[in-house]
């Protein structure tokens, strides 16, 4: 069975809570804060962790709050040029989206997300899940891309 069909169809395994051996880190300094979300268990796959495409999906709405600053409007997605699952996210864990601006362009905007879990039971210990890097372009009414109006905020 895939992933997508156990995550949608339900939970085919228990919620793993197995020890998982991942050092305690501290959240970056250089990073904001934007976004926490806890994953339901509607979101995990077979293995009982979360789905893959579920975290994508958090890590591109986290990854664009910054740029939307600078964009002033619309805006999409070009390129997800990075992504790493660096630890499996389970149902339960307290995930923070720490997001940082590395380059703003003519028209497009690219942004660090780093993804920490507090896991259930563990809360206020932080580990590092994922890390990924994506690239936002301001968009016009025709869906063309136009220049970013911001270049500092
Ligand atoms: C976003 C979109 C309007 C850009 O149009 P385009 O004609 O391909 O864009 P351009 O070639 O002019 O490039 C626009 C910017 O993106 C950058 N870019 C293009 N390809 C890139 C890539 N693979 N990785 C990173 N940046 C990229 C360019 O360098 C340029 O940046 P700059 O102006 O700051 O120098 C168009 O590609 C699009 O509509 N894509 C679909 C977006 C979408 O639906 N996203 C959701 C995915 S489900």
Redesign the pocket.
């Known amino acids: 069975m895939s992933h997508l069909s156990s995550s949608v169809t339900g939970h085919l395994r228990s919620p793993n809570t197995a020890p998982v051996d991942a050092p305690e880190v501290t959240v970056p300094a250089d990073h904001v804060l934007v976004m926490k979300v806890i994953p339901m268990p509607a979101d995990s796959n077979a293995n009982g962790d979360i789905f893959g495409g579920w975290v994508m999906a958090q890590v591109d709405l986290a990854g664009a709050v910054l740029p939307a600053r600078y964009a002033q409007g619309r805006m ?4 997800v ?1 990075q992504f790493i699952f660096k630890q499996p996210v389970r149902v339960g864990d307290i995930l923070s989206f720490y997001a940082k601006m590395e380059r ?7 942004v660090n997300v780093g993804v920490y879990a507090e896991r259930f039971n563990n809360q206020g210990r932080y580990i590092k899940v994922t890390e990924a890097q994506l ?1 936002y ?1 301001a ?1 016009d009414d025709q ?3 136009r ?2 109006p911001l270049k500092h905020l």
């Open positions: 999409a997605t070009i390129a040029n703003i362009g003519r028209t497009s905007m690219t690239t372009v968009i869906g063309k891309p220049p970013v």
